[in-house]
């Protein structure tokens, strides 16, 4: 199956009934199809690449990895949200001539004060409107913050990581379907895993047995 919307829930149910799943990622599957883009095409493009020799393919998620992946996903959107809060407050208040260093703490702390300093240029429309953007940002910084801990608490900090990045690790990669780490390979473009089947690689003034 093409690893798109709901594949892996999917996967999971022809599992139980005992099929063997392969999931390949769309832009392995889009150079095999011809023509016009329709589910026939679609359907014969994935036969003809599932037979291809080192075709890499994506393990099928588990619930818990699906889990782990959705609190991320949701935690970066929160901060994406949270940085635009920010840019927003810094470029109004520029507006009135209160600059903020471009630090995501300095928001929170310069606001009160800012707020509380009738000789700063404010007028009470602005304090109103500034007080509610604090109010957006102290609830996004909350959110994340309560995200931070919705991690996999069997997961430590391993080389060169932390806790959160050890838990993306866990959501994308089944250990089970890599026996060797230099076989993973992340799609940035979908976030899925695949893996590369072993390939044999010619070396040049070197006899192939």
Same mark, same amino acid.
């Given at each position: 199956?093409?690893?798109?919307?709901?594949?892996?829930?999917?996967?999971?149910?022809?599992?139980r009934?005992? &099929?063997?799943?392969?999931?390949?990622?769309?832009?392995?599957?889009?150079?095999?199809?011809?023509?016009?883009?329709?589910?026939?095409?679609?359907?014969?493009?994935?036969? /003809?690449?599932?037979?291809?020799? &080192?075709?890499?393919?994506?393990?099928?998620?588990?619930?818990? $990895?699906?889990?782990?992946?959705?609190?991320?996903?949701?935690?970066?959107?929160?901060?994406?949200?949270?940085?635009?809060?920010?840019?927003?407050?810094?470029?109004?208040?520029?507006?009135?001539?209160?600059?903020?260093?471009?630090?995501?703490?300095?928001?929170?702390?310069?606001?009160?004060?800012?707020?509380?300093?009738? /000789?700063?240029?404010?007028?009470?429309?602005?304090?109103e409107?500034?007080?509610?953007?604090?109010?957006? &940002?102290? +609830?996004?910084?909350?959110?994340?913050a309560?995200?931070?801990?919705?991690?996999?608490?069997? /997961?430590?900090?391993?080389?060169?990581? +932390?806790?959160?990045?050890a838990?993306?690790?866990?959501?994308k990669?089944?250990?089970?379907?890599?026996?060797?780490?230099?076989?993973?390979?992340?799609?940035? +473009?979908?976030?899925?895993?695949?893996?590369? /089947?072993?390939?044999? $690689?010619?070396?040049?003034?070197?006899?192939?047995h």
């Open positions: 199956m093409e690893a798109c919307a709901s594949a892996h829930y999917w996967a999971r149910e022809f599992e009934l005992g &099929h063997k799943v392969r999931l390949i990622a769309p832009q392995f599957v889009k150079p095999y199809v011809k023509s016009n883009k329709n589910d026939a095409q679609d359907a014969a493009a994935i036969c /003809e690449a599932v037979g291809r020799p &080192h075709m890499r393919f994506v393990p099928a998620k588990t619930v818990t $990895q699906q889990d782990i992946q959705a609190v991320h996903r949701i935690r970066e959107r929160l901060v994406k949200t949270r940085t635009a809060l920010v840019n927003q407050i810094r470029g109004l208040l520029a507006e009135y001539g209160v600059v903020i260093p471009l630090k995501n703490n300095a928001v929170s702390l310069a606001l009160p004060s800012i707020l509380e300093d009738a /000789e700063n240029g404010l007028t009470a429309v602005g304090r409107l500034f007080a509610d953007l604090k109010g957006a &940002h102290g +609830s996004a910084s909350a959110r994340i309560q995200t931070a801990t919705c991690d996999d608490p069997r /997961e430590g900090p391993g080389p060169g990581g +932390s806790p959160e990045v838990a993306k690790r866990r959501a990669v089944n250990c089970k379907a890599v026996p060797k780490g230099r076989r993973v390979n992340v799609e940035r +473009s979908e976030g899925d895993l695949v893996v590369a /089947e072993p390939a044999t $690689q010619d070396v040049p003034g070197r006899r192939r």
